[in-house]
């Protein structure tokens, strides 16, 4: 902390040791007004003096303004003249809470940053802010506000801000549907812009992300911030400027009119909100929050391969199928087998039996346990299994006993979707009686993963008059992380119809994502790309499919289909009774490739690497140590050149030699190029600088084709000068 005449106390955090440099974080502490940010970027030095550059930041009183403008704060107030968008909106009978004026109580500094709390005594109302820079180089910051006063307190809005620099000009953002998530979008940022989400999850179509920047950010330049709100349900971003030049992005969840109402000392907190800043593109800006997501996780061992059995069988459970295709997944090197739907009570189509979580009798006369043996034990893979615990059809027993249970206003007509109606887990008899099912399969059965789906948006979010879908998120988290407690060893995957609730709020209980139902590698190459700029790709369930995709009806070659999804955590969705034994034998020598670089993939770090031409795309992976790499080159579409343009490899030692393997690609087409490049049946070494600054000049590619190669370090007396 520092002291000055300006009545301001400054704190200072800094991180060290960031790749490619440090982060410094300054905050200035008013004893009237809330805090404002001074600085988040690159490290400062050490001397800075903060009151000074804090003055070299006020700007001229313009005519026609008031006589003293409200500042740009992390908490701006209505109460102190703030024309735009408040951090708090909330109303009260007793007092006049929604113009709060903050006054500062106290500053303590944490390993992890600030906690600075507020009041203001008018309103009876008590405000904190954590906020620091994470380990992993990302910001964090969380508001949470308490009713002091004795009348109730009724919150509409309460947002994050974070204040970005004036040359943020241009903003990114994400869109989508459903098999097609995490697509990208740009414009230029001059005006207001608003994501409001009102699904109960994120969506397909509102992931909860926004990044802004300097005009022309890329992937491998440009300075910008990207902002992550770690919340799986409604909420609302927004990236916004005043008059006088102020550019700042808001945060937070959604409320329901009348959802949220604090009594007496009742607390309410905003979600995380997560930003990470880089002046040299958005690969780096990823890596921050890959960072993040990976000390989240804390992994144990290594990703398995994945068999999905959905699109093999769908709801036609037959012992001696799923064993035969449980003997082929082994076959090919599979280490996971997971149970789709239809194993439980009734279920033989999408219908019915949701809620009745009991193993069906008719598929399974002697329960479950003797495929679990087999997979386990007989052929020595984990064992998983689907539910869609939140979910129920009318047509089950569970709701013939318990209409009331159900997500809904009663004085309407239900709204149905997948013919599926929300089971209200803010109502503590539905909670206890999922939870019990729940613990009663996870007892009586040797489980070592559940596929946890989540296949509807809410609607009438309600079981009485008052909305509850902020209770029923925070009821599922609730849920969840007993799960974990009593289930250390069992991970759960976050599915909603594909790639519909990803985020860092659900991440906190979860260890991986379905990014998509679409299992189309053409379509996977975009969503995929959307998906990495946030999340590693440990946690991106990527599969491999059938040759005829269930989605699109695209057929792809095996190892177009296969490098798309090693990019991620590699599973197979495709019945393996039906390959030929080429076909497997392809597979299996994929599956061999991604477990023996998937420590490359998982723990190194990840670039998204675009052609100039924008037909082609590389996903680069390096190691921490800079040793070994790996990289998948694929040609999405006709380059715009009769050659393919060569790919540069960031970040390689220079003067360390490489070797250049070429570990699998698609067929070459003889009818695109009459010879292979000089160098491709060649024992190929090259120092870093050459790789990173020349590159390599690859095949031509029919579209939707692909080439993986391996980039290994050689011993000092191999290197090439």
Known sequence: MMGNKLNMSFYRQDLLGQEPQGKTL??????????????????????????????SKQMAIPQAMMDKPARMSLIPEAGRGWLQSPAMEASAEDRPVWAACWSLIDVNESQTGLVIRLEDKVAQLSITLNIGLLSSGVLRQQLTLTNQGRGDVAVQRLACTLPVASHFVERMGFYGRWCQEFQQERSDWQSTWLQENRNGRNSHANFPAVIVG?????????E????????????????????EGHRYLQAEALYLPGEIVLATNETLSTPELLASHSSLGLNTMSQCFHQEARQRLQ???????????????????DMTQLKALAKA??????????????????????????????????????????????VKDDLGMEFGLWFEPEMVNPDSDLFRAHPDWALQLPQYDAALARNQLVLNLAKPEAYQYIRERLFALFTEYSIDYVKWDMNRDYTQPSGDIAPQAHAQLGALYRLLDEINQAFPGMEIESCSSGGARVDFGILNYTKRFWASDCNDALERQSIQRGFSYFF???????????????????????AFRAGTALLGHLGIEWNLLDASEAQKATIANWLSHYKQHRDILHKGNNWRLPSADGRAQTQWALSQDGLQGLAVYS??????????????????????????????????PGHLMKALPAWWKKDLILNGASLSQVGLKLPILDPESLILLSIQAVPLAENIE
């Open 26 to 55: 300054v905050i200035a502490c008013p004893q009237q007004g809330a805090p404002e940010l001074v600085f988040f970027g690159d490290a400062l030095p050490v001397k800075t003096d903060l009151a000074s550059l804090y003055l």
């Open 214 to 222: 300097e005009q022309g950010f890329v992937e491998h330049q440009g």
């Open 224 to 243: 910008l911030v990207g902002v992550h709100l770690a919340w799986s349900g409604n909420h609302r971003l927004k990236a916004d400027y005043t008059v």
């Open 299 to 317: 992994l144990t061992k290594p990703r398995p391969v994945h068999l999905n059995t959905w699109e093999a069988f769908y709801f036609d459970h």
């Open 329 to 374: 997944a082994a076959d090919v090197g599979v280490e996971r087998y997971i149970l789709d739907d239809g194993w439980f009570r009734g279920r033989n189509n999408d219908k019915a039996a949701l809620g009745d979580w009991f193993v069906d009798e008719t598929k399974y006369p002697d329960g479950l346990m003797p495929l679990i043996r087999y």
């Open 536 to 558: 590693p790709p440990e946690v991106m369930g990527s599969h491999i499919g059938p040759d005829k995709s269930h989605t699109t009806s695209r057929i792809h070659d095996v």
């Open 635 to 668: 040609q999405l579409a006709m380059p715009k050149q009769a050659q393919t343009l060569p790919v540069r490899l960031p970040n390689l030692l220079p003067e360390q030699g490489y070797r250049v393997v070429v570990l699998e690609h698609s067929p070459l």
